[in-house]
């Protein structure tokens, strides 16, 4: 009887600390139906706002003509696909759900960058800076050709858009990141992001 007793509890007991011992952070955890559900009508309700505006919760601004950076989380990523399908007029499905949620292990980024010349987005790289470590993308997308910026013919006359994609487990997701767009020169652009605090 003491046996069992001192299993059920040893048990109880681990299963409790696999609770506990659960990362506190939003990024990659499962959204729960509520938070589904939530970001879903975040994205109808929000689908006459421009990219800008609606990126905003998730998104780190130098200012107008400087540059910006979006971190596309499950939320975020579900959301965006809900405003989508809004815009689309079209339904959102439950198969729609799922592969919004499907974002992987990574932590993706899309970023806006302004130059002068119109080749001048296919030269930048980007890593993350955490604590003293340098993480590395595993996947970069930079156009050949920018496009012409709300400024031209002013300069900054040209901007793009890049993608950079980093493994998730070389990644404390409860503590602050610096994403740094590198410019061919060597110049580092810093985007600070406060992980614990997205959703």
């Known amino acids: 009887?003491?046996?069992?007793?001192?299993?059920?509890?040893?048990?109880?007991?681990?299963?409790?600390c696999l609770f506990v011992l659960k990362p506190a952070h939003a990024i990659l955890s499962k959204l729960t139906p509520e938070q589904i559900q939530e970001a879903i009508v975040y994205?109808?309700?929000?689908?006459?706002?421009?990219m800008a505006a609606f990126s905003k919760p998730w998104t780190?601004?130098?200012?107008?003509?400087?540059?910006?950076?979006?971190?596309?989380?499950?939320?975020?990523?579900?959301?965006?696909?809900?405003?989508?399908?809004?815009?689309e007029r079209r339904e959102f499905t439950s198969q729609n759900i799922?592969?919004?949620?499907?974002?992987?292990?990574?932590?993706?980024?899309?970023v806006t960058v302004y130059g002068d010349e119109d080749n001048f987005a296919m030269y930048y790289t980007a890593k993350i800076y955490q604590k003293?470590?340098?993480?590395q993308p595993e996947?970069?997308?930079?156009?050949?050709?920018?496009?012409?910026?709300?400024?031209w013919p002013n300069s900054p006359s040209?901007?793009?858009?890049?993608?950079?994609?980093?493994?998730?487990?070389?990644?404390d997701l409860n503590?602050?990141?610096?994403?740094?767009?590198?410019?061919?020169?060597?110049?580092?652009?810093?985007?600070d992001f406060d992980l614990p605090k997205m959703k």
């Open 1 to 16: 009887m003491t046996k069992k007793l001192f299993l059920q509890t040893s048990i109880l007991s681990f299963i409790l």
């Open 43 to 50: 994205g109808q309700k929000n689908k006459n706002l421009d």
């Open 60 to 87: 780190v601004s130098l200012g107008k003509g400087q540059g910006s950076a979006s971190l596309f989380t499950a939320y975020h990523n579900l959301a965006y696909k809900a405003r989508k399908a809004a815009v």
């Open 98 to 110: 799922q592969e919004a949620l499907d974002v992987g292990n990574t932590l993706t980024f899309s």
């Open 132 to 135: 003293d470590d340098v993480i």
């Open 139 to 151: 996947f970069e997308f930079a156009p050949e050709i920018a496009d012409a910026s709300e400024f």
């Open 158 to 171: 040209n901007t793009a858009r890049l993608v950079f994609k980093f493994p998730a487990k070389d990644i």
């Open 175 to 191: 503590t602050l990141i610096s994403f740094v767009i590198v410019a061919p020169g060597g110049e580092e652009i810093p985007f």
